[in-house]
């Protein structure tokens, strides 16, 4: 018999193949749609070192914002970082190496990762730093860059569903990076907040086959923070 896939913690998912110096492919965007315990969970472990591809760096005190105040990443693949002052200190003190990349080539690289697919050319970049020692080559009379994929050690993800085998269900806008890293990773950990009996799924409503996903763990009640909060006064009100 097959050895299960739900684990009872995040801890417990987390527990034999997570070491110092990995290089962790992380789900969401701003604060949509992030892993919130596997996060916790990776801080409590103490593991450092780590390269961690996200489309961003959390907030203070909050997702990949916690790994920064305990300096457990050295490195960060980004698309977006303007919400995290702790990041921002750190890179302007040269204590985090950063690496940015235009938000739809950053997806791209995490796909074609996850298709196996070792490179790709682009128009997005050329003329611009994004391009500075990359390889260049013209198609049709445009320039494109060379970008290399990428493959995470670790994958950690957020979806709303999982059936036992790991068929996955992502909520809306929650849906954004989740499957490209998941495909991006060697081993992938979801974090759910239902998992159901394997089978009950209907193959269409399924967004993410369960062959990408190794483990899973339940948070059916996750805190769901919102990244920035604007309010309008309105006249007589």
């Known amino acids: 018999m097959s050895r299960s896939k739900v684990y009872n913690s995040a801890e417990a998912a987390l527990k034999d193949v997570v070491s110092d110096g990995l290089t962790l492919a992380i789900g969401g965007f701003g604060l949509c749609g992030i892993p919130?315990?596997?996060?916790?969970?990776?801080?409590?472990?103490?593991?450092?070192?780590?390269?961690?591809?996200?489309?961003?760096?959390?907030?203070?005190?909050?997702?990949?914002?916690?790994?920064?105040?305990?300096?457990?990443?050295?490195?960060?693949?980004?698309?977006?970082?303007?919400?995290?002052?702790?990041?921002?200190r750190q890179y302007l003190a040269g204590e985090l190496d950063v690496e940015l990349t235009p938000q739809g080539t950053l997806a791209e690289k995490l796909r074609s990762g996850g298709a196996g697919i070792p490179a790709f050319y682009t128009a997005t970049g050329v003329g611009t730093l994004v391009a500075e020692g990359k390889e260049t080559r013209d198609f049709d009379g445009r320039t494109y860059v060379l970008e290399h994929s990428l493959r995470a050690d670790v994958a950690l993800i957020k979806a709303q569903k999982a059936d036992k085998a790991g068929n996955l269900m992502f909520n809306?806008?929650?849906?954004?990076?989740?499957?490209?890293?998941?495909?991006?990773?060697?081993?992938?950990?979801?974090?759910?907040?239902?998992?159901?009996?394997?089978?009950?799924?209907?193959?269409?409503?399924?967004?993410?086959?369960?062959?990408?996903?190794?483990?899973?763990?339940?948070?059916?009640?996750?805190?769901?923070?919102?990244?920035?909060?604007?309010?309008?006064?309105?006249?007589?009100?």
Not at 51 to 57: D, G, H, K, L
Not at 192 to 206: K, N, R, Y
């Open 36 to 88: 919130e315990a596997l996060i916790e969970a990776l801080r409590d472990s103490g593991v450092k070192g780590l390269t961690c591809i996200s489309n961003n760096a959390g907030v203070d005190g909050f997702g990949l914002g916690l790994l920064l105040q305990t300096r457990q990443i050295k490195k960060m693949i980004s698309s977006y970082v303007g919400e995290n002052k702790e990041f921002e």
């Open 172 to 237: 809306k806008t929650a849906r954004n990076f989740n499957p490209d890293c998941a495909m991006s990773g060697k081993i992938t950990i979801v974090e759910v907040e239902e998992i159901v009996e394997t089978g009950t799924l209907d193959p269409d409503e399924v967004h993410l086959p369960g062959i990408f996903v190794q483990r899973i763990v339940l948070n059916s009640n996750p805190e769901k923070r919102i990244e920035k909060t604007t309010t309008k006064t309105v006249e007589g009100a």
